[in-house]
């Protein structure tokens, strides 16, 4: 494997890195209950997705009830 023959310097290793950034994930509001969601995801609140019902979301006092 070859090797590179002199050192690099640390501004030189520091530009290529410049674009090493990284990016807030995109939010979308979600038409039903209004909280940011993930785009194109079921929201995680209200269990929605394109206008109508997905998953069933189960509330703790659900969770409770049926024990």
């Not at 640390?10 to 969601?37: I, S, Y």
Request: net charge positive; hydrophobic share 25%; with cysteine.
């Amino acid at each position: 494997m070859p090797l590179p023959k002199r050192r690099h310097s640390k501004q030189r290793g520091r530009k290529r890195r410049t674009h090493w950034k990284f990016e807030a994930p995109n939010l979308v509001v979600c038409p039903q209950c209004k909280t940011l969601k993930p785009p194109h995801q079921i929201c995680p609140i209200c269990g929605f997705y394109k206008d109508r019902v997905v998953v069933e979301i189960k509330t703790k006092e659900e969770k409770k009830k049926k024990e």
